[in-house]
């Protein structure tokens, strides 16, 4: 078969992946440059707002100056020949002259003159600010007939230099605060760099921690969410560390579990069945052996392997029980408990044990009841090898969606907040945890020891729990459990 090579497309997933994103100190000093650039770009429509109406109040000033001046002179003229009015208008507009404001022409049939020409574009200031700061006032013409034929005087505004004097002003002013833009966002940037630094540190330590390794050594600088997120990641590490070392103790519990379960397996079958096994074949071996007139000593001999066979069995079940306890899935998980806490009262005569089961945990799915049950005899146990006590109490109900376990002794109690040898208490929360339940375990030196477990119950069998709750209250006779003992 031959090896075919397909092409990544420029938007396929692993190529999106791979993208890098951009830094956070990138990101927002492009959000600050473009804040600051709007910024700048609102202050200069503001200033080209301002110019324009600065440049107009100052040429309509001269303007208005220039036309009230003009309408004078012209009216003083009225009458006169048109050489002598000529002159007169010519020395009058040569007073203008030299003027920042206006440029005056005047045009005659004598000497012929256009209008001035204003030029848009103004030296050394930019089209968009002579454009946008424009006053666009318009000409002022005056026109008298004389004999030699019509006379015209324009007034035209010129407002360049007005516009190069205030561009000078809003330059600088812009120049400033576009430095002043710049180096708000460089110390934002270096501010920011400095205070993430730690953070190529904490995900190279989150990398260690995942790989399982030891909890490195963190600094506790930078900004003050940096030195908290490092502290909080040196705490994390820590009980990551202490659950891995918990799990490891805990493997290490279930495979010497595993190995004495065998070696009990196999000691039981060697010692005690094995043992039986042998005298059964021995015994068959003289019953066949026997002649007719033995008939006595045959009966004995078969009453023998009767009694021996009968041991076998009752070692057979006793080490079945001990490797499951059968009558979960038989007869539910009361008749189960129940079967517990009369061997345990056999085995440890000297506590009053007494115990209250609700019928409805028999409603409960097996692969729930048999952790119920390795808890309470984990309980049990705790409380005969440590504990001393003379009274016990065992309590299993139904409360709301969830089933209760409690078990109360009046023994010596301890301090629930220490570390002691051995995985009781520790397997029994790890078996509640795995279950989604809750262990609250209450005692203090000479007050006893209260041990609740809560297990939440599936959706499904919670709707059968109330059905059967309903139906135990409707004829209280049809919930009743068969040798059920409220003690």
């Given at each position: 078969?031959?090896?075919?090579?397909?092409?990544?497309?420029?938007?396929?997933?692993?190529?999106?992946?791979?993208?890098?994103?951009?830094?956070?100190?990138?990101?927002?000093?492009?959000?600050?440059?473009?804040?600051?650039?709007?910024?700048?770009?609102?202050?200069?429509?503001?200033?080209?707002?301002?110019?324009?109406?600065?440049?107009?109040?100052?040429?309509?000033?001269?303007?208005?100056?220039?036309?009230?001046?003009?309408?004078?002179?012209?009216?003083?003229?009225?009458?006169?020949?048109?050489?002598?009015?000529?002159?007169?208008?010519?020395?009058?507009?040569?007073?203008?002259a030299g003027g920042r404001h206006l440029c005056v022409s005047?045009?005659?049939?004598?000497?012929?003159?256009?209008?001035?020409?204003?030029?848009?574009?103004?030296?050394?200031?930019?089209?968009?600010?002579?454009?946008?700061?424009?006053?666009?006032?318009?000409?002022?013409?005056?026109?008298?007939?004389?004999?030699?034929?019509?006379?015209?005087?324009?007034?035209?505004?010129?407002?360049?230099?007005?516009?190069?004097?205030?561009?000078?002003?809003?330059?600088g002013l812009l120049v400033l605060m576009g430095l002043l833009?710049?180096?708000?966002?460089?110390?934002?940037?270096?501010?920011?760099?400095?205070?993430?630094?730690?953070?190529?540190?904490?995900?190279?330590?989150?990398?260690?921690?995942?790989?399982?390794?030891?909890?490195?050594?963190?600094?506790?600088?930078?900004?003050?969410?940096?030195?908290?997120?490092?502290?909080?990641?040196?705490?994390?590490?820590?009980?990551?560390?202490?659950?891995?070392?918990?799990?490891?103790?805990?493997?290490?519990?279930?495979?010497?579990?595993?190995?004495?379960?065998?070696?009990?397996?196999?000691?039981?079958?060697?010692?005690?069945?094995?043992h039986h096994v042998a005298a059964i074949e021995m015994e068959?071996?003289?019953?066949?052996?026997?002649?007719?007139?033995?008939?006595?000593?045959?009966?004995?001999?078969?009453?023998?392997?009767?009694?021996?066979?009968?041991?076998?069995?009752?070692?057979?079940?006793?080490?079945?029980?001990?490797?499951?306890?059968?009558?979960?899935?038989?007869?539910?998980?009361?008749?189960?408990?129940?079967?517990?806490?009369?061997?345990?009262?056999?085995?440890?005569?000297?506590?009053?044990?007494?115990?209250?089961?609700?019928?409805?945990?028999?409603?409960?799915?097996?692969?729930?009841?048999?952790?119920?049950?390795?808890?309470?005899?984990?309980?049990?146990?705790?409380?005969?090898?440590?504990?001393?006590?003379?009274?016990?109490?065992?309590?299993?109900?139904?409360?709301?969606?969830?089933?209760?376990?409690?078990?109360?002794?009046?023994?010596?109690?301890?301090?629930?907040?220490?570390?002691?040898?051995?995985?009781?208490?520790?397997?029994?929360?790890?078996?509640?945890?795995?279950?989604?339940?809750?262990?609250?375990?209450?005692?203090?030196?000479?007050?006893?020891?209260?041990?609740?477990?809560?297990?939440?119950?599936?959706?499904?069998?919670?709707?059968?729990?109330?059905?059967?709750?309903?139906?135990?209250?409707?004829?209280?006779?049809?919930?009743?459990?068969?040798?059920?003992?409220?003690?």
């Amino acid at each position: 078969m031959s090896n075919l090579s397909v092409k990544s497309s420029p938007l396929s997933p692993d190529r999106a992946q791979r993208r890098t994103p951009m830094e956070l100190r990138w990101r927002l000093s492009l959000a600050i440059g473009i804040l600051l650039t709007a910024a700048l770009t609102l202050a200069s429509i503001f200033a080209v707002g301002n110019t324009r109406e600065a440049v107009q109040r100052e040429i309509g000033a001269s303007l208005l100056t220039a036309e009230s001046s003009l309408d004078l002179t012209l009216s003083l003229l009225r009458g006169q020949d048109a050489s002598r009015m000529h002159a007169v208008l010519t020395r009058w507009s040569d007073a203008y002259a030299g003027g920042r404001h206006l440029c005056v022409s005047v045009d005659s049939a004598v000497q012929p003159q256009r209008p001035c020409a204003i030029s848009a574009e103004v030296e050394g200031v930019p089209a968009w600010f002579a454009k946008g700061a424009d006053a666009g006032q318009p000409p002022v013409i005056r026109s008298v007939a004389t004999e030699a034929g019509p006379l015209t005087v324009y007034l035209v505004t010129d407002p360049r230099d007005e516009l190069r004097e205030a561009w000078t002003d809003v330059r600088g002013l812009l120049v400033l605060m576009g430095l002043l833009a710049f180096a708000v966002n460089l110390c934002i940037f270096v501010a920011v760099s400095r205070g993430l630094r730690p953070l190529r540190e904490l995900v190279s330590a989150m990398d260690r921690i995942g790989r399982g390794e030891a909890a490195p050594g963190l600094s506790h600088s930078g900004a003050y969410e940096m030195q908290v997120l490092s502290q909080g990641l040196q705490g994390l590490a820590a009980r990551l560390a202490q659950a891995r070392e918990v799990v490891r103790r805990l493997h290490l519990r279930n495979l010497d579990v595993q190995e004495e379960e065998r070696k009990m397996v196999a000691r039981e079958l060697h010692d005690e069945i094995g043992h039986h096994v042998a005298a059964i074949e021995m015994e068959t071996i003289r019953i066949g052996r026997m002649s007719a007139g033995e008939e006595s000593e045959r009966q004995l001999r078969l009453k023998q392997l009767r009694q021996s066979i009968a041991e076998i069995h009752r070692l057979s079940r006793n080490l079945i029980h001990r490797l499951r306890p059968p009558a979960i899935e038989s007869l539910g998980l009361s008749a189960a408990l129940e079967a517990l806490f009369d061997r345990w009262r056999r085995d440890h005569p000297e506590a009053d044990l007494r115990f209250d089961i609700e019928s409805d945990v028999d409603r409960i799915a097996a692969s729930r009841a048999v952790h119920l049950y390795r808890i309470a005899q984990e309980s049990l146990s705790n409380v005969a090898r440590h504990a001393g006590a003379r009274k016990v109490w065992v309590g299993v109900d139904v409360h709301g969606d969830c089933v209760r376990l409690q078990v109360i002794d009046d023994g010596c109690g301890f301090d629930p907040d220490k570390a002691y040898p051995g995985f009781g208490l520790v397997g029994m929360r790890e078996r509640v945890e795995a279950l989604s339940g809750q262990i609250d375990v209450r005692s203090r030196a000479g007050a006893g020891t209260i041990v609740e477990v809560s297990i939440r119950v599936a959706r499904s069998q919670r709707a059968e729990l109330r059905g059967t709750a309903s139906a135990a209250r409707a004829d209280p006779s049809a919930s009743a459990v068969p040798g059920q003992t409220h003690a």
